[in-house]
């Protein structure tokens, strides 16, 4: 697997469910914070999140956050959610991804990765060895910063939606 590309590129979490899940062989998930359950920065999480995660805990998926932001940020609206974290992940750096799987105690091949940034979350998930789900932001992210670095990402990575893997 190249190291920029996703294995999974969707619209967003709201689109996995235990469909996708046995699909893909996918028994866990990392999710990230910013952009992926919340807006960066928001300290509530995305309209529809909080049922889905209640959906997923249904189906007994283990889940962790691993977010390269501060305590201060992760924790608040982790603990609003109902998740364990990881903050101050490193990623792309593996650490803080072994953390929470080794937390949740299961195989790296069958525990996905997913976040909306490709040097991140997609690179630090292919450098772990797991499987990687990009998901688009909810909204566009206005900051010279993220539009600099959605930029860059799509030089190696080009979002077609066309090549986009069928969910919900």
């Not at 982790?78 to 937390?103: D, E, M, Q, W």
Request: hydrophobic share 40%; aromatic share 8%.
């Amino acid at each position: 697997m190249p190291l920029f590309k996703p294995k999974y590129w969707i619209k967003n979490v709201l689109c996995i469910d235990r469909e996708f899940l046995d699909e893909h062989g996918i028994d866990a998930l990392i999710l990230d914070l910013d952009n992926t359950l919340s807006m960066h920065g928001d300290p509530a999480a995305e309209e529809g999140i909080p049922e889905w995660l209640d959906r997923m805990r249904g189906e007994n998926v283990p889940m962790v956050v691993v977010s390269n932001n501060t305590n201060r940020r992760v924790a608040p609206l982790a603990r609003k959610l109902g998740l364990p974290f990881v903050a101050n992940g490193a990623k792309p750096l593996t650490i803080g991804l072994s953390r929470a799987r080794k937390y949740m105690g299961t195989d790296k091949s069958r525990t996905a990765v997913v976040g909306d940034q490709i040097f991140t979350d997609v690179m630090g998930g292919n450098l772990a060895g797991m499987p990687t789900i990009l998901v688009e932001p909810f909204h566009a992210e206005k900051n010279i910063f993220f539009k600099i670095k959605r930029a860059a990402e799509g030089l190696v990575f080009r979002r077609d939606p066309d090549r986009m893997t069928k969910g919900k």
